[in-house]
């Protein structure tokens, strides 16, 4: 790895008005495990944050009621709203701060902390591209401990990444089958209401991802 990633740090840092320092991010280490970890449903609570601009946010929300349930199926927040509305959220709702303001899952900052210790963290994840300053405005205020930031805008398949995990927790099934499938890495699925009928190796809390990342 050359020294591109810190220089996109630091062009997002000037960007935002930010000093590098306040990024608290360090650089990656040689011959360290490497940690992926998505963002939206591992680190950031992203269904819950759509569910709520699409129920409060939209004007004139059709969606009160609906939308206080949390996600049981992958698409269940796209099949509950009309194109339209699904439209406004990729387009509206970024712009309002759908990858900006939301929350992170309870205990997420100190797990990331403790996998800090056992290797590089590395954050992955699949967003459009005009997203890329919230991305990184947002995991600057979380302050978390991560040396890397991946944002794949084309549709990549998380197995091209470069260079490899050791080990990967995403909540996308076919994320967790893609790199499975096709590199050395072992990735697992962090269990979520909306991927209970997915067959894969799986943890249930971070405590047990972390368990499985200290037995290797």
Known sequence: MRDDLWFLE?????MMGRSINDMKWVMPKKGVMRIGLDIDGVLYQWERT????LREILPNSPYKEVLKQESTDWD???DQV????????W???IKLGLFRHGHLYPGTIEAVRELANLGDVIAVTSRPKRTAADTFAWIAYQRLPIVGLHILSSKEPKSTVRPMFDVF???KPGNVSDLSINT???????RRPWNKNYVAPEVHSWKEFIEIVRAL
């Open 184 to 190: 050395s890495c072992k990735a697992y699925l962090m």
């Open 91 to 93: 387009d509206k709702g």
């Open 76 to 78: 269940w927040i796209k």
């Open 169 to 171: 927790l995403d909540d």
């Open 10 to 14: 630091r062009s997002i840092c000037r």
């Open 50 to 53: 759509a569910r709520y601009m």
């Open 82 to 89: 009309s194109k339209k509305d699904w439209d406004w959220l």
